[in-house]
């Protein structure tokens, strides 16, 4: 009953866990088929494949591609160089300086991208001031001064990759080749490079999107070469679009084809070893009868099962016309609203009848109202309080209607009796 609990419990983790961690890409993902000129997934409208064709029309986002393609590349060779060079440095340094230069090298990652932006742009700027050049020199170029600015913390990342492959290196190797003759520099390409090649494949693919998705440091350099985060960050301040949700689209499908044809691949490795390993003598000395490329490879089948869905989806789009959905949903739409405004009309008229009829069944009984003798200014400026009240009952008494009256309405302060005497 335990076991069956905690199974149960670990299923509806991982459930919620990628549903929280997918649920906004596919979401993003399923707007970018949906008619509405906003991005949205309910209410569902008309199947369209539009927002592709504006996308690969918008020459802004085009252009922020190729140069987050230009500079993905050129951070790229910069990083993984600098990141194996560090790598090497920290495995032949002197073994008490390797905490502080460890520290050194890693400290990029913590400080702020917004810093190491603005640090970038200054240090370049004075650079090109004090050689005399022009602002359009190289070193003022954007596209310079971002790949400077984004290797100067990506290439720790790449450090880190580096150096987890090299402490599984055995050094003997390097030494038993220059014990043969050999140089320095053909130790290293012949003998260490081989060996690091899997983690400079890791880390230049690290370093790619790192540089790609970059905006915090890429926003102070990019100059005259707005890279595609820079543009959809401009784009979005005027309004969001399905045909970024289109591109977020392609990327999820590229990222997921890339990382189940890499499985393939890695899978595909694992069985031809253990074939090899498992092989007899005599198939050794013969041909070695090797799996099929989607026996016992999950991966590889799905590779192709995305690759078929994606050919039905293109040949479904060049064939799709969605125009009369869109014209059957405007009309519905269309009608909606003068129904609504129909039915406000009415009950704006309903509402001037009811309030007529109120005002008919007050008018009999209304009255003039009563003036007020407070003024509001605690009754400075009251009738009785300026002068004698010459529409006085008969009460009063001829006293008061022969002599003038004291209050003048300010406390007697302008009383003629407190000036002077009489």
């Not at 913390?153 to 050999?182: H, K, N, P, W």
């Not at 090649?197 to 070469?225: C, D, H, Q």
């Not at 189940?260 to 070695?288: F, S, Y």
């Not at 209050?407 to 003629?416: M, R």
């Amino acid at each position: 009953m335990n076991n069956s609990f905690l199974r149960i419990s670990i299923w509806v983790y991982l459930a919620i866990f990628f549903l929280y961690l997918l649920g906004p890409l596919v979401i993003m993902s399923v707007t970018a088929f949906n008619s509405p000129s906003f991005p949205r997934m309910s209410p569902w409208e008309c199947l369209t494949f539009q927002w592709f064709g504006e996308l690969f029309q918008d020459q802004r986002i085009l252009n922020g591609i190729k140069n987050s393609l230009i500079i993905g590349a050129g951070t790229v060779v910069l990083s993984v160089a600098m990141g194996l060079a560090g790598a090497l440095m920290l495995t032949q340094i002197w073994p008490k300086l390797r905490a502080t230069y460890y520290t050194v090298i890693i400290a990029p990652i913590l400080i702020p991208g917004v810093v190491l932006g603005i640090s970038t742009l200054v240090f370049w700027d004075r650079i090109n001031r004090m050689l005399g050049l022009g602002a359009d020199s190289f070193l003022s170029n954007g596209i310079f001064l971002t790949v400077i600015g984004q290797s100067t913390f990506i290439a720790s990342y790449c450090m880190l990759v580096l150096v987890a492959r090299l402490q599984r290196y055995d050094i003997a190797l390097t030494e038993a080749a220059l014990d043969l003759g050999a140089s320095h520099a053909q130790a290293f390409r012949k003998i260490l490079l081989p060996f690091m090649r899997p983690a400079i494949a890791s880390a230049a693919v690290l370093a790619f999107l790192a540089s790609f998705e970059n905006y915090n440091t890429t926003t102070f350099t990019f100059g005259e070469y707005p890279t595609l985060t820079i543009e959809l960050a401009q784009k979005v301040r005027y309004g969001i679009t399905p045909s970024i949700s289109a591109l977020a689209f392609i990327i999820v499908a590229l990222t997921v084809f890339f990382a189940l044809l890499n499985e393939a691949k890695l899978k595909r490795q694992e069985l031809v070893a253990a074939a090899r390993k498992n092989a007899t003598v005599e198939e050794l000395a013969g041909k070695i009868k090797l799996p099929g490329f989607f026996s016992g490879n999950m991966a590889a089948v799905l590779v192709v099962v995305f690759a078929v869905a994606t050919i039905t989806v293109v040949g479904t789009a060049t064939a799709y016309d969605p125009g009369q959905c869109i014209a059957d949903v405007r009309a519905q739409k269309q009608f909606e609203a003068e129904q609504r405004i129909q039915q406000l009309r009415q009950e704006r008229e309903e509402r001037r009848k009811q309030r007529e009829a109120e005002e008919a069944e007050q008018g009999g009984t209304q009255t003039a109202p009563k003036p007020s003798n407070n003024s509001g200014f605690g009754n400075v400026f009251a009738p009785n309080t300026l002068g004698g009240d010459d529409d006085a009952s008969g009460d009063e008494s001829s006293d008061s209607e022969s002599q003038p009256s004291n209050n003048s309405g300010f406390g007697g302060v302008f009383d003629p009796n407190s000036l002077q005497n009489d």
